[in-house]
């Protein structure tokens, strides 16, 4: 994306091949929020008129790509990475949405050049969203299989015949970007709300950044989360590569 510095403008290398090598332009305001990048050899033909432009919707394009940011994974949505998984016209729809602040780019840690792509809705969600009961840090631990969506906001689950039950049972919820799973190192399954998980996972980074190394119990105070929330939110961060396990109960981030 183009970012004015100074007095420079800095394009990437698919931004700099549109406009072509050398060529002379002026910069023209056509609207609010809106620049048109015109030739100098166009100038006279442009002359006292008000340029048009005629922007498409791309409605389809903007519900996948919203799709895709939802359900994928953060090392996924990296900028540039995600960029390279998109066809054209989803290109176009991403940026329609950057400008209308439907997404945003969250760096997960400010020493990072490069952010990941977010649903601005889903930052709003989470203020409103039902506190769950795994969110109090002195909530009791209980055997696993009594853990559930609506009063803890994961599942922990055993076994692939179960698992795969539940992807099944929650098949709808997961393709909407509503819920996450995945096959732990430990062998269990989590499945998680994506809300809850993406509230917390900006927490955690944000504990690790003043101490790189926790334990599960230091890393559960600073979050003021219960051991077991702590625990699976530890563990996408791990499939993600930016957390691990020097020993049990000891984690250190990756930065």
């Known amino acids: 994306?183009?970012?004015?510095?100074?007095?420079?403008?800095?394009?990437?290398?698919?931004?700099?091949?549109?406009?072509?090598?050398?060529?002379?332009?002026?910069?023209?305001?056509?609207?609010?929020?809106?620049?048109?990048?015109?030739?100098?050899?166009?100038l006279k033909e442009t002359e006292g008129t008000k340029v048009c432009i005629d922007v498409p919707q791309l409605e389809e394009e903007s519900?996948?790509?919203?799709?895709?940011?939802?359900?994928?994974?953060l090392s996924n949505l990296v900028e540039?990475?995600?960029?390279?998984?998109?066809?054209?016209?989803?290109?176009?729809?991403?940026?329609?949405?950057?400008v209308s602040g439907k997404v945003f780019v969250f760096k997960l840690n400010q020493t990072y050049k490069k952010g990941v792509y977010r649903v601005k809705e889903e930052e709003e969600a989470q203020v409103k969203r039902e506190i769950k009961e795994s969110e109090n840090i002195l909530a009791i631990e209980k055997p696993f299989d009594q853990y559930n969506l609506e009063q803890d906001g994961?599942?922990?689950?055993?076994?692939?015949?179960?698992?795969?039950?539940?992807s099944h049972e929650f098949e709808r919820s997961i393709k909407e970007g509503l819920l996450k799973g995945i096959k732990s190192f430990d062998g269990n399954y989590y499945?998680?709300?994506?809300?809850?998980?993406?509230?917390?996972?900006?927490?955690?980074?944000?504990?690790?950044?003043?101490?790189?190394t926790l334990s599960l119990e230091e890393l559960s105070l600073s979050i003021k989360a219960s051991q077991m929330l702590t625990k699976v939110?530890?563990?996408?961060?791990?499939?993600?590569?930016?957390?691990?396990?020097?020993?049990?109960?000891?984690?250190?981030?990756?930065?």
């Open 233 to 255: 939110i530890c563990e996408f961060l791990k499939e993600e590569g930016e957390l691990m396990e020097k020993k049990k109960g000891l984690l250190h981030y990756i930065k």
């Open 1 to 42: 994306m183009a970012k004015v510095i100074g007095k420079n403008i800095s394009l990437n290398s698919e931004e700099a091949s549109i406009l072509g090598e050398g060529k002379e332009l002026e910069i023209v305001p056509n609207g609010k929020g809106i620049f048109l990048f015109i030739e100098k050899s166009m």
């Open 191 to 212: 499945l998680i709300q994506t809300d809850l998980l993406n509230d917390y996972i900006k927490k955690t980074i944000s504990a690790f950044e003043p101490k790189p």
């Open 63 to 73: 519900q996948e790509v919203i799709g895709l940011i939802r359900k994928g994974d």
């Open 80 to 98: 540039g990475k995600f960029e390279s998984t998109l066809n054209e016209k989803q290109k176009k729809a991403l940026l329609q949405l950057v």
């Open 154 to 166: 994961f599942l922990i689950i055993k076994g692939k015949d179960r698992a795969m039950s539940a």
